[in-house]
């Protein structure tokens, strides 16, 4: 079987290489826009990076009144577990030689300040109870908190009420490292093929039932057929999906949203002193993408702190795209849905429009407002993150990510962004059994499956803590994150 994967991102380069893994008879070439994998959203500054367990981000665990929701936080922490069983796997393969290339161990934590303080209590003591957050720590106490995250806290005044959390055994992800090694290892010893500088134009089926894939490769048209197509190319997926032709297609509106981080350099005494990941709570109106979260960043060996993100509208598809890439794929019928949205989220449209005029001077305002003195302590500078395309589906915005696959099971694709490539390996074998569903019925690809992930039900470690554990502590250890015996 012929399988063609339009993005070599985290998500197409995951798909390939679990679907190699379970189905090597599998004819699978990938085609990317850049000249290299992982190069676009999936690189290291232009995704936030971090492993999203929901160990930090209150937007994870919505409150009404005086209930929190968990359910949220449930799912992406049992999805990011299912995730380390599979790079647990390709360090243990030799696929990947060292997992500090592209994972390191570090702190996660939120702090709020004073108006805040009751909703961070009610959260620590709904998700303390469960054993994905049994080793969560909560505080009040300056010097404690201080302890955690001196960056945030070394220059703020002692009578300011603050709280926080930790979880210690949060981690860094380098996505970008992570796609390069994945692709070097399916194409070397895979056999997977990927065509670099590859544009993918339109794609549409055959009379044969096959689809073709019409792209421009360094200028010239080039065709290819598949019998089965997966469309992982970040917001480079809805015009495609427009011209698919599928019944489908007509839910599916992209609304794109972009944004820059403060970064500065710091030495590796200096990112010994701050080992953290650390949320605050986002402002009224904004994206859940936009809490503002002060990070330690490891690429390439080198160390860095990312300050933001500071949100921005900018309707193109994908960085390097422009404008009229995304003009052209909407559509007379998705009129009324950017209106719906327009309308209805007119204060998120509004923050959006207001943060893409911001400043160098105001992002470091918003610094010292999150960690007092901090701007004067580095050398910081903006850089321009990923761009995101959020789903538009029946005129509704929606965060998160959709699974989407045609009838026949001959096309499918991922729309979406957060946590988007914290949860890949999980996302992409959901889109495999959907969209392959008979290689699975092979007594090679189940005993496969299991050996790439001892469990991969998200029900069973939700609802059963030994067995949680028993995965977590074998594949934290492959991965060499560590838990102290006081923690």
Not at 176 to 196: C, F, P, R, S
Not at 314 to 336: C, M, N, Q, T
């Amino acid at each position: 079987m012929n399988v063609i994967i339009i993005g070599a991102g985290i998500m197409g380069t995951t798909f390939a290489t679990l679907a190699k893994e379970l189905a090597p008879d599998l004819d699978i070439t990938i085609l990317e826009r850049l000249d290299g994998a992982g190069a676009g959203n999936s690189s290291a500054f232009w995704n936030a990076g971090t492993g999203h367990e929901a160990n930090c981000e209150l937007n994870y665990t919505p409150v009404d009144e005086e209930v929190i929701s968990v359910e949220k936080a449930l799912k992406i922490h049992a999805q990011f577990n299912v995730a380390k069983q599979f790079w647990a796997y390709l360090i243990e393969k030799g696929a990947i030689k060292d997992p500090k290339t592209f994972i390191n161990q570090t702190k996660h934590c939120t702090i709020v300040s004073e108006s805040a303080i009751e909703e961070l209590r009610l959260r620590f003591k709904e998700m303390s109870g469960h054993h994905f957050f049994e080793h969560m720590r909560y505080s009040e106490d300056f010097d404690e908190i201080k302890s955690w995250i001196p960056y945030i806290m070394d220059e703020r005044p002692r009578h300011e009420k603050m709280a926080a959390t930790v979880i210690e055994t949060g981690t860094d992800v380098n996505f970008g490292a992570l796609t390069e090694q994945m692709a070097a290892h399916a194409v070397n010893d895979m056999g997977v093929k990927i065509e670099y500088g590859t544009h993918v134009k339109r794609v549409h089926k055959s009379p044969t039932g096959r689809w073709v894939i019409e792209a421009e490769n360094k200028g010239k048209p080039v065709q290819h057929k598949a019998d089965v197509l997966f469309v992982g190319a970040g917001g480079g997926a809805f015009p495609l999906l427009k011209k698919s032709h599928l019944p489908f297609r007509n839910r599916f509106t992209g609304f794109p949203v972009g944004g820059r981080f403060l970064q500065a350099t710091i030495s590796e005494e200096e990112a010994r002193h701050y080992r953290a990941k650390t949320y605050g709570k986002a402002k009224v109106g904004a994206p859940p993408m936009s809490v503002p979260h002060l990070d330690l960043r490891v690429v390439n060996g080198k160390h860095y702190l990312l300050f933001g993100p500071f949100a921005s509208f900018k309707p193109v598809l994908e960085r390097g795209r422009g404008f009229f890439d995304y003009l052209s794929s909407i559509r007379l019928h998705d009129i009324p849905g950017l209106l719906n949205v327009i309308l209805e989220h007119f204060p998120l449209v509004k923050y959006l429009v207001s943060e893409t005029f911001k400043g160098e001077k105001s992002m470091l305002e918003e610094l010292d407002s999150f960690a007092p003195g901090l701007s004067r302590k580095f050398d910081w500078k903006p850089i321009e993150a990923g761009q995101r395309v959020q789903i538009i589906k029946d005129g509704d915005l929606q965060m998160g990510t959709e699974i989407l696959v045609s009838k026949d099971k001959t096309y499918g694709t991922l729309l979406g962004a957060s946590p988007g490539a914290s949860v890949s390996p999980e996302v992409m074998l959901r889109c495999l059994e959907q969209l392959l569903p008979s290689i699975f019925s092979k007594e090679d690809a189940k005993k496969k499956k299991h050996e790439i992930f001892p469990e991969d039900d998200l029900d069973t470690l939700i609802s059963q803590p030994d067995r949680y554990r028993e995965i977590r502590d074998a594949v934290n250890q492959k991965l060499g994150i560590t838990r102290s015996e006081a923690q």
